[in-house]
């Protein structure tokens, strides 16, 4: 078996690279799927929403009161805790 020339290799890795780019250039245009944009955008609205350095303040259906953290004595920490 022969050892493959640099112009070879260079010639496969251009046609791969060119392959990658237009698989990637597809994919970026097809549509995204209404739930995963509806979620996108609730997730945007969080980040938007969140005081400097705290936690994002999620609201509407579904939404779930921020986890709390066990102290080491024993006793739950409140938000002010946490920060």
């Not at 990637?24 to 997730?43: G, K, N, S, V, W």
């Not at 609205?45 to 579904?62: L, M, N, S, T, Y």
Request: charged residues 35%; proline residues 10%; hydrophobic residues 30%.
């Amino acid at each position: 078996m022969r050892t493959p020339h640099r112009r070879d290799i260079s010639a496969r890795q251009d046609l791969l690279g060119r392959e990658l780019r237009q698989l990637f250039d597809d994919y970026t245009q097809e549509d995204m799927p209404d739930e995963l944009q509806r979620l996108a955008e609730q997730l945007q609205a969080a980040f938007e929403e969140r005081p400097e350095g705290g936690p994002p303040q999620v609201q509407g259906a579904g939404a779930r009161p921020a986890p709390t953290v066990p102290l080491r004595n024993g006793r739950v920490a409140d938000d002010e805790e946490t920060r």
